[in-house]
T-cell receptor, first 111, second 117 residues
């Protein structure tokens, strides 16, 4: 069974700090990697996706991918209380037909 | 923006009923998916579809079926609802995969919170 592992948290950071969220995956053939944000009682919202090794930046968010080590991370700079949510890591299966989701990391940003 | 619309936000049904959950997307996406989300278990794939009249089983298809008669609409059917099917149901869609295992971003609807009494 292919797996995606995330620390459930909660991860607590003060406002303005950098939040670092990590994810490891077991399927070495995975090609596509996604980060979703989910507020309590709401559906997941796509934040970032990355296909190649290295960093990809979008505003305050940076996704980092290391296929050799099979991990993907999400950095949130200048964290805001509105960033408090559960962050889901999703990884494509080797065939590229479906996503495998981690159980999420809960982030709490205190003001 | 991608719009994925699920027919109901909240639904209450009785054990043994046949339940239909509807999902419509307006972005001409080829791929559509049904998940359920439960505390401690995360998102689990029930069924997905690559094209009209195509369907594939996900990780937990037992007790469910699907229908995709039109490209924009993907229906999830609980043949005989049971209390263990009480859950949040999420529909998602994406463009066709790019090949060589590369997967396009998936977008979710608002979800249907289903209670089976």
């Amino acid at each position: 069974q292919k797996e995606v592992e995330q620390n459930s948290g909660p991860l607590s950071v003060p406002e303005g700090a950098i939040a670092s969220l990590n994810c490891t995956y077991s399927d070495r053939g995975s090609q596509s990697f996604f980060w979703y944000r989910q507020y309590s009682g709401k559906s997941p919202e796509l934040i970032m996706f990355i296909y190649s090794n290295g960093d990809k930046e979008d505003g305050r968010f940076t996704a980092q991918l290391n296929k050799a080590s099979q991990y993907v991370s999400l950095l949130i700079r200048d964290s805001q209380p509105s960033d408090s949510a559960t962050y889901l890591c999703a990884v494509s299966n080797q065939a590229g037909t479906a996503l495998i989701f981690g159980k999420g990391t809960t982030l709490s940003v205190s003001s | 923006d991608v719009k994925v619309t699920q027919s109901s936000r909240y639904l209450v049904k009785r054990t043994g009923e046949k339940v239909f959950l509807e999902c419509v997307q307006d972005m001409d996406h080829e791929n559509m998916f049904w998940y359920r989300q439960d505390p401690g278990l995360g998102l689990r794939l029930i069924y997905f579809s690559y094209d009209v009249k195509m369907k594939e089983k996900g990780d937990i298809p037992e007790g469910y079926s699907v229908s995709r008669e039109k490209k924009e609409r993907f229906s999830l059917i609980l043949e005989s609802a049971s209390t263990n099917q009480t859950s949040m149901y999420l529909c998602a869609s994406s463009l066709r995969s790019l090949g060589t295992g590369v997967f396009n971003p998936q977008h979710f609807g608002d979800g249907t919170r289903l209670s089976i009494l």
